[in-house]
């Protein structure tokens, strides 16, 4: 994280990344209801990474 975060800097990172974090964030909240921290948090970083994906592919054929 913080080498991404030196490489492209903090405000592009997140105009980059706030629509698909917010998103995931709202997804694991509402979902993911596993008992256990790990689980959970995997769970929303592994949403959050998908849903970026899906940002970057469709912003790169627009």
């Not at 706030?18 to 709202?26: E, N, R, T, V, Y």
């Not at 995997?42 to 790169?60: C, E, H, P, R």
């Amino acid at each position: 994280m913080y080498s991404i975060l030196q490489q492209i800097g903090f405000p592009a990172f997140f105009k980059r990344e706030l629509p698909s974090f917010c998103i995931s964030w709202i997804l694991a909240e509402a979902f993911y209801k596993f008992g256990s921290f790990t689980l959970e948090c995997g769970a929303f970083l592994l949403t959050w990474y998908i849903l970026s994906w899906f940002q970057a592919a469709i912003s790169k054929r627009l």
